[in-house]
T-cell receptor, first 111, second 117 residues
Framework: QKEVEQNSGPLSVPEGAIASLNCTYS??????FFWYRQYSGKSPELIMF????GDKEDGRFTAQLNKASQYVSLLIRDSQPSDSATYLC???????????FGQGTRLTINP | GAVVSQHPSWVICKSGTSVKIECRSL??????MFWYRQFPKQSLMLMAT?????????EQGVEKDKFLINHASLTLSTLTVTSAHPEDSSFYIC?????????????FGPGTRLTVL
């Protein structure tokens, strides 16, 4: 079982709709979770991090964390074509500084 | 966050030569930096964790004698690919750990695309 799992997609969403990206992780002791966006040919850029159960909102983005279910998600409201990218879920390894990344979900927003 | 630069942004070299890639933290003193590589359509693969003033910690399967990492200052880490071969062609990305908003967040540089002929 992979440590961090994401649906690789592609996920296709119409412009203006809500895009929902999901991620599960295996280490129950993990405390820090991150979402990165990576455009084709570019490096990852941080969207947001979340540490506590529940929702965390930043503009059109909402991260949701459920530690009991070992599940973290990212919602993108009012999706725009510029949101088309690969979204990487990352989990900080307990007791270490490094992150474990999922394989990424490729999201396409259709005008 | 933290602003990170990499140089060069792309490099083409002949097989057997060595290539040095620089990673700089421009607005933050980074005790810890990371080096990743990414092949097309694949996720990031952590190569090593670099701590200022000490030896890098390499991930399993990464040849430390081939991928030399030096983190001599709080703003600069270098990755040298020694005796590069075509299979080393990849996208190399560094990141710095921490910043003013979060101490365990990683901020990535723009990456260096290496092509070995």
């Amino acid at each position: 079982q992979k440590e961090v799992e994401q649906n690789s997609g592609p996920l296709s969403v119409p412009e203006g709709a809500i895009a929902s990206l999901n991620c599960t992780y295996s280490d129950r002791g993990s405390q820090s979770f991150f979402w990165y966006r990576q455009y084709s040919g570019k490096s990852p850029e941080l969207i947001m991090f979340i540490y506590s159960n529940g929702d965390k909102e930043d503009g059109r983005f909402t991260a949701q964390l459920n530690k009991a279910s070992q599940y973290v998600s990212l919602l993108i409201r009012d999706s725009q074509p510029s949101d088309s990218a690969t979204y990487l879920c990352a989990v900080k390894v307990q007791g270490a500084q490094k992150l474990v990344f999922g394989q990424g979900t490729r999201l396409t927003i259709n005008p | 966050g933290a602003v990170v630069s990499q140089h060069p942004s792309w490099v083409i070299c002949k097989s057997g030569t060595s290539v040095k890639i620089e990673c700089r933290s421009l607005d933050f003193q980074a005790t810890t930096m990371f080096w990743y590589r990414q092949f097309p359509k694949q996720s990031l693969m952590l190569m090593a964790t670099s701590n200022e003033g000490s030896k890098a910690t390499y991930e399993q399967g990464v040849e430390k004698d081939k991928f030399l990492i030096n983190h001599a200052s709080l703003t600069l880490s270098t990755l040298t690919v020694t005796s590069a071969h075509p299979e080393d062609s990849s996208f190399y990305i560094c990141s710095v750990l921490g910043g003013v908003t979060s101490t365990d967040t990683q901020y990535f540089g723009p990456g260096t695309r290496l092509t070995v002929l």
